[in-house]
């Protein structure tokens, strides 16, 4: 990220509706926090895992879901990113060729009111790869004002590889998306985990997940380093928090700046191996003091 640019991000917490009789209610909540976070002068706004509709893993058939009106709905949200000016990246279904099983899905709608590019989660449960969804097969970036995102779905906060391979792709936050472990506090470990990947790869992580989740784990947003920097109201109602990406803070200049270029060339190894020891006998006495 340049040391000029900055951008004003939200992340929302929604009502997760397992039936697809919500979707309409869904679309029209999804819209409502839209025009709230853009009120907020927000440039993008990160919504949960399955906003638009979250079938339960006992509960549905693909065979049944209205795909209709989930068209129409995602249609019209596209619609209002383009009248607002607001980029969206938002969790849905994406329908493929039956027999095919859809996407667990990240759409990244643009200011323009296009689908410019989609997340498909790729490290699915068992659950979700045996009787739900397909697995996606790769990452996703996307540049808004020099700032670079990339995307991240459902289970994948367990799985550090996903936050190092961003890191590798140069981006400057993680838009992670998910509706937790199924219960509520659920999402609680999800939130230790993307705070830490934000420690160790020093950029923002976005965490979105369902409202229901907000009175123990809302919504929020962490910074390079660690820290919290904003986050939903724990009330389990609907919501957004907006804070603003800029890596001349002070709080984030160093993570940023000094940190994440360090680290990365610590992992490369070449400032280790030029200063391993090879000629010293008592480097090999691993059994003596």
């Not at 990113?81 to 980029?87: C, D, I, R, S, V």
């Not at 790869?201 to 820290?227: C, E, H, K, L």
Request: charged content about 25%; glycine content about 10%.
């Amino acid at each position: 990220m340049s040391t000029s640019k900055s951008i004003r991000l939200a992340v929302a917490q929604t009502t997760l509706r397992e039936d697809d009789g919500g979707i309409g209610p869904s679309g029209r909540e999804i819209r409502r926090l839209m025009r709230e976070a853009r009120e907020q002068g927000a440039r993008v706004i990160h919504f949960p895992e399955s906003a638009t509709c979250c079938p339960h893993k006992d509960r549905f058939d693909w065979d049944r879901f209205d795909w209709d009106r989930l068209r129409q709905e995602l249609q019209a949200i596209a619609a209002l990113a383009g009248e607002l000016g607001l980029w969206a990246v938002l969790g849905s279904v994406h329908r493929l060729t039956p027999p095919h099983r859809p996407y667990n899905s990240l759409y990244v709608i643009s200011e323009t009111g296009g689908v410019v590019n989609r997340y498909d989660e790729r490290l699915l449960s068992n659950t979700k790869v045996t009787r739900m969804y397909s697995p996606g097969q790769r990452p996703v970036t996307f540049d808004v004002d020099g700032v670079r995102f990339g995307c991240t779905l459902g289970m994948e906060a367990h799985y550090p590889e996903v936050f190092a391979e961003y890191e590798r792709l140069d981006v400057d936050c993680v838009l992670f998306s998910s509706h937790g472990e199924g219960k509520p506090g659920g999402a609680a470990t999800f939130a230790a985990e993307v705070q830490g990947h934000a420690e160790a790869n020093s950029y923002w992580v976005s965490f979105a997940v369902g409202a229901d989740q907000s009175p123990g784990t809302p919504s929020g947003i962490v910074a390079p380093g660690g820290r919290r920097l904003a986050r939903c109201q724990p009330d389990g109602a609907p919501g957004v928090a907006v804070a603003t990406l800029d890596e001349t803070a002070d709080e984030v200049a160093g993570a940023v700046q000094l940190a994440r270029p360090w680290r990365r060339r610590a992992r490369a190894g070449e400032i280790y191996a030029e200063r391993q020891v090879t000629d010293d006998p008592r480097a090999e006495a691993d059994t003596a003091f």
